[in-house]
């Protein structure tokens, strides 16, 4: 079965960056999009990023856009989030998901922006 382990989370101050990866297993990862999506305290998960199969379209939500970049390795079937100049609003716990596939999330990984 579809297997999506993220990691990287951590404290940060604002300004800083992170780097978010995720791994998958179980299907075809080469030949998938692949989603970032991030849910804060008391909100509702909401888009962030997301990658076609080859990494040739991504695409971000406005919160982000600018300042978060997403990549993919499909030798290795990974796909990261890296975040730049992060913000306390940008606190959540981030999950990685398959385009098309809104049933399967990996564990999540937080995220937490505060000096």
């Known amino acids: 079965q579809v297997q999506l382990v993220e990691s990287g989370g951590g404290l940060v101050q604002p300004g800083g960056s992170l780097r978010l990866s995720c791994g998958g297993s179980?299907?075809?990862?080469?030949?998938?999009?692949m989603k970032w999506y991030r849910q804060a305290p008391g909100k509702e998960r909401e888009f962030v990023a997301t990658i076609s199969a080859h990494g040739d379209f991504v695409n971000f939500a406005d919160s982000v856009r600018g300042r978060f970049s997403i990549s993919r390795n499909n030798l290795q079937n990974t796909v990261y989030l890296q975040m730049n100049n992060l913000k306390p609003e940008d606190t959540a716990v981030y999950y990685c998901?398959?385009?098309?596939?809104?049933?399967?999330w990996g564990q999540g990984t937080q995220v937490t922006v505060s000096s």
């Open positions: 179980g299907f075809t990862f080469s030949t998938k999009g």
């Open positions: 998901g398959v385009w098309g596939d809104d049933a399967t």
